[in-house]
């Protein structure tokens, strides 16, 4: 158990000071499409604590995953913790995010011989469903949101990719209603729902 705490915190401790370095970079691309250029810092000032919690949380519950199938999870989780914090500090999901995201889903669809076929049909339909919902909703749900969606379909799989977009809209719902009745947000305002699916994507890689 201590021998799992120290490793969990270390690599919690690494990934943390690669992550945030990373999302630094990402906001100080040219033309980063950032929704609050000028409040970078003020919303990322408890990024470093959280995400070192958040992570430290998951490595230490991923013990029992044998390899490789444990560095798969480990990455995956490294990349949606980003997408947490870029969308809730910015309300953006970046490509350069999502493309290793998917190529290293890719990769481990091959090297453990998983079930091409369904992860490929539950891509394009999680993605489909959520762009067919973004026209109907006239940019409601946004882009990055979409292609998040249809990544941890090659992840997961149809049957856990649903459990996620269950549990994404419940707990992003909830979020949403405490938001507007505390009048820090209206119905019109822009919500974020990647988090939420970013958090329940973790929660189903590691106990699912």
């Known amino acids: 158990m201590l021998t799992e705490i120290i490793f969990s915190v270390l690599i919690a401790a690494v990934l943390t000071f690669i992550g945030t370095r990373w999302i630094n970079f990402l906001y100080a691309m040219p033309n980063a499409p950032l929704s609050f250029p000028d409040e970078i810092e003020s919303r990322a000032k408890f990024r470093t604590p959280c995400l070192f919690l958040l ?39 970046f490509d350069k995010m999502l493309l290793p995201f998917a190529l290293i889903g890719g990769v481990e669809i091959f090297h453990l011989n998983l079930p091409f076929v369904e992860r490929l049909i539950a ?40 459990n996620v ?5 419940i707990a992003g719902g909830i979020v949403a209603v405490i938001l507007i009745l505390t009048k820090q947000k209206d119905r019109k305002s822009y919500f974020a729902y990647g988090p939420y699916f970013a958090l329940a994507a973790i929660y189903i890689l590691i106990f699912g």
């Open 55 to 93: 992570l430290t949380i998951c490595i230490f519950n991923l013990w029992t995953i044998p390899a490789p199938k444990f560095f798969y999870v480990a990455a995956a989780i490294f990349i949606l913790s980003m997408i947490i914090f870029t969308d809730f500090e910015q309300y953006v999901i």
């Open 123 to 162: 891509a394009i339909i999680g993605g489909g469903i959520f762009l067919l919902l973004a026209i109907l909703s006239r940019g409601g749900i946004g882009g990055g949101d979409i292609k998040l969606v249809a990544v941890l379909g090659m992840w997961l799989g149809i049957e856990k990719l649903l």
């Open 165 to 169: 977009i269950i549990i994404a809209a």
